[in-house]
């Protein structure tokens, strides 16, 4: 039997690329015997999504404004990825951790193919942004100007609202034996500037922050023409520190540390203690440097000296640091250069003659409604639903669980009406939601003055899970109505994320959902659940069987996944051992894949495509048997990742009518025929572009599909005549 390489530090090393495959004889043996190298290293996978960003940037096909978006996501995807998982190795490492990861790498092997990588891209980066995206936007009217290339009359502008308001803001810190380097917050801008005394002669270094509360770049008066905040205070250091000499001065961004971590002992008060984890993450350990490529080499190991880096944590580019200020210029209003804009529909079954809102819960007494975000409108079908169980006043309870939601959003406002009208309403809010810990402190609390009962999640797990509950007194008795969905409750990101959900009132459905938030907010040990599928109780293992049940039927079954991340080995196993039956498999994974498809003899029957677009990708869809054979439909808010199959409150919930069915097998078959924002893994784990011959989006034409919908909805039937 040939094997599957294994793991050659070196090659993962000297080549940042994922490892090449070869031919593998498996003679019955299971995938699990043949070593790490069927895995692809998840943090290398993440920058290869990365790297699917920058070619977006790239595209001259997209509008501009557009590709400055990509440069933007790419940029702050970044920053998490080194405050978590670049952090989470160089803990390891910290601890002395030198156990290898599913692929086979140690995480200070990961650490430097990382590094290798990231310097790749961020070399790849600058070069979209100063090569392509600048003279793109110039020509467009729209530009990114340089201090010294302004006239004096726009000088004299920006002069004067640095002396408005910049300048109050600024606190210049020097270094010198009664002054040690100062503390430098996570993500900050900062110059380095060195300092001289005309009359002792004496130099000294002094840091100023850019303040960060300020616009990142700072608007002309024409509209269309921007200077980086950075260069108007270089431009104006002698104010800072006058009758000194200003000698060299650079930028500088670091980036720390910043994953919330809690101690079971810290979690009596789980509100408390995410609060002082919150103080602490201010004060995480550095793990990156990045600098302007000009920088002095004297500057620069002194910066890495006073934030104890080294050479592999320091990334120089050319392009100004942190464009993830892009946004602003993304914001601009100019149409011609913005994808058409898009006005969700109203999802039919919720449209009522005139603009009176449907009476939803008559809808639903009748049928189950699938909402398809951005698609159908979040406002008048997620957001109405809540809005009009607030309102009613047969309405008891409303019960919902908020992992990241917007502080004005009107599902908020929503649950404080109905608190402070009498009903039992209860939030089960997520506070441990990577970097929107604060502002869910915030408005739980705001929550909790109206009356709300807040729960915040669980010791140990996150609650990761989207579901509402509305419990109202009908003629026949109490019923129950719910809505389970893939994606947060935030009207915000309903606009671009793409997600799906489910508005019902099927009894199985509302008796889990409740014995869900019941186990979330009180003290049970139920899992038997009558339809949900909840991790971590049931969730892996229940894949797990379907997956068995598959590979059983060989060549006859058939899995189709949609997710955002697929990491797990035991499920990536379990999907080999399925290919190796025969099944054919087809998967949709928008950001990191460790699977490696298509290698002979491992995973031959299976394809891999990411589809990355206008709207970010997020439904998580479930398909398993339907060809001649029973159909299982899932959707949820569980990726494939150890994390939420072991460590989140995650749900699965079916979708058994008909044509509900055949609405979610739609997107399934258009996201997999998409050859235009579509990329296919291969088996040596690189992306490459689905070559485009028939020119569809999956975005494009479920548009038209929710147009074509409304349409139908809006028209009036036809009136027979009959022949006389």
């Not at 943090?43 to 509008?63: I, K, T, V, Y």
């Not at 600058?126 to 009217?141: E, K, N, T, Y």
């Not at 949709?588 to 589809?611: D, F, K, N, Q």
């Not at 869809?621 to 494939?640: A, N």
């Amino acid at each position: 039997m040939s094997a599957l390489p294994q793991p050659s530090p070196g090659s993962a090393l000297d080549a940042p690329e994922l490892r090449d495959s070869t031919p593998v004889e498996t003679d019955g043996v299971g995938p699990e015997q043949l070593g790490p190298e069927r895995f692809s290293n998840r943090e290398l996978s993440w920058l290869e999504f990365g790297a699917r960003l920058l070619e977006l940037a790239e595209d001259g096909r997209l509008p501009l404004l557009e590709r400055v978006k990509f440069l933007a996501i790419f940029s702050e995807g970044l920053d998490e990825f080194f405050q978590v998982r670049v952090a989470g190795l160089k803990d390891q490492v910290e601890a002395g951790v030198r156990a290898r990861s599913p692929d086979g790498l140690r995480p200070t092997e990961a650490l430097r193919a990382i590094a290798s990588r990231v310097r790749q891209l961020v070399e790849r980066q600058s070069r979209a942004f100063v090569d392509h995206i600048l003279p793109a936007l110039s020509q467009a009217g729209i530009t990114l100007c340089e201090w010294a290339s302004l006239s004096s009359d726009d000088r004299d502008f920006l002069v004067d609202v640095f002396e408005r308001q910049i300048f109050p803001v600024l606190t210049p810190l020097s270094v010198d034996p009664g002054h040690p380097f100062p503390y430098i917050s996570n993500l900050s801008l900062n110059l380095i500037v060195r300092v001289g005394d005309p009359v002792s002669g004496e130099e000294r270094v002094a840091r100023v922050k850019v303040p960060p509360l300020l616009p990142r770049f700072v608007m002309l008066p024409d509209g269309e023409r921007f200077v980086p905040l950075e260069q108007i205070i270089a431009s104006q250091l002698r104010k800072l520190f006058p009758d000194m000499m200003i000698g060299e001065h650079y930028a500088f961004r670091v980036t720390r540390n910043a994953d919330l971590a809690l101690e079971e002992d810290e979690a009596d008060d789980l509100l408390s203690a995410v609060e002082m984890e919150l103080r602490r993450r201010r004060f995480g350990r550095a793990v990156r440097l990045e600098v302007a490529a000009e920088m002095s080499d004297d500057m620069r190991d002194m910066l890495m000296r006073e934030l104890d880096l080294e050479p592999d944590d320091t990334y120089a580019t050319d392009a100004p640091l942190d464009l993830g200020g892009l946004w602003a210029v993304y914001a601009l209003d100019r149409p011609d250069l913005h994808e058409e804009a898009w006005a969700p529909m109203t999802p039919p079954p919720l449209a009522n003659a005139g603009n009176e809102p449907a009476d939803l819960f008559a809808v639903l007494r009748e049928r189950d409604v699938l909402v398809h975000h951005p698609y159908d409108s979040f406002t008048t079908s997620v957001e109405a639903f809540i809005t009009q169980a607030a309102a009613d006043p047969d309405v008891l309870a409303i019960k919902q669980t908020l992992y990241r939601t917007s502080g004005d959003s009107p599902i908020v406002a929503s649950l404080i009406a109905a608190a402070e009208s009498g009903k039992q309403v209860a939030a089960v809010v997520e506070l441990k939601a990577r970097f929107d810990e604060q502002a869910n402190i915030l408005w739980a609390r705001a929550l909790e003055e109206a009356g709300v009962h807040v729960v915040y999640g669980l010791v140990g797990l996150k609650t990761h899970s989207k579901a509402a509950l509305v419990v109202r007194r009908e003629a026949d008795g109490i019923r129950r109505y719910c809505h389970l969905g893939t994606g947060n409750y935030n009207p915000r990101t309903a606009r671009q994320y793409e997600d799906m959900g489910l508005l019902s009132s099927d009894p199985d459905l509302g008796a889990d959902v409740g014995d869900l938030f019941n186990f979330l907010t009180g003290y049970s040990r139920n899992v038997s659940y009558r339809k949900l599928i909840v991790a971590p109780l049931s969730l892996r293992t229940r894949i797990l069987e379907l997956i068995e049940a598959e590979a059983a039927a060989g060549p006859d079954g058939h899995i189709a996944i949609k997710v955002n991340g697929l990491t797990d080995p035991e499920v990536v196993d379990a999907l080999y051992r399925a290919s190796a039956a025969g099944v054919p498999i087809e998967l949709v994974v928008r950001g990191v894949c460790c699977l490696r498809p298509g290698v002979p003899g491992l995973s031959e029957t299976i394809t891999v495509r990411s589809v990355v677009g206008r709207f970010l990708e997020h439904s998580r869809i479930y398909r398993f048997g339907g060809v001649g054979r029973p159909l299982t439909l899932l959707l949820g808010s569980s990726d494939l990742m150890e994390r939420n199959l072991d460590r989140r409150i995650e749900l699965l919930f079916p979708i058994t009518d008909a044509e509900l069915q055949a609405r979610v097998l739609e997107v399934m078959e258009l996201v997999l025929a998409d050859d235009t924002n579509a990329w296919m893994l291969g088996p040596d784990g690189h992306w490459a572009r689905v070559p485009c011959t028939a020119g569809l989006s999956v975005q494009r034409r479920l548009q038209e599909l929710a147009r074509d919908r409304a349409r139908r909805r809006r028209e009036p039937e036809p009136i027979a005549v009959q022949a006389v």
